[in-house]
C-alpha cells in the first residue's frame, strides 16, 4: 500500500486539511477570473438568448483554455510556499 512505499522510500508525507483553500491557489483567483469572463461574454448575448448546458460546458473549456499561461504560473508557483506553511502550521488551517 501507500504507507509501504513511503516508508520504502522514505518519503514523508504532509497531512492536511480535506478541500484546503490554502492549498488550492485555483479556488479563489482562477475562478473568480473565469466567472467574470463568463459573465462578459454574456452581457453581450442578445436577452432572448438561451443557453444549454452543452452549450456552456463547450464555451467554459474554451474560456479557461485561453487563459495566458503568465496568469497561471504564479498561482502553481505559489504552491511551494503554501506547502511549507502547511508544515509549519503542522497541518492546521493557516493565515496567508
Known sequence: GVG???????VKCLR?????????????????MINQRLRGQESKFPPSKRESRAAFIKR?????MRIP????????????????????AKGADFEE
Open 4 to 10: 509501504r512505499l513511503q516508508a520504502k522510500e522514505k
Open 60 to 64: 467554459l473549456k474554451r474560456t479557461i
Open 16 to 32: 492536511f486539511p480535506k478541500r484546503s483553500p490554502d492549498l488550492n491557489p485555483l479556488d479563489y483567483g482562477f475562478w473568480s
Open 69 to 88: 499561461s503568465a496568469t497561471l504560473e504564479p498561482l502553481v508557483k505559489s504552491m511551494k510556499r503554501r506547502c511549507a506553511a502547511l508544515q509549519t
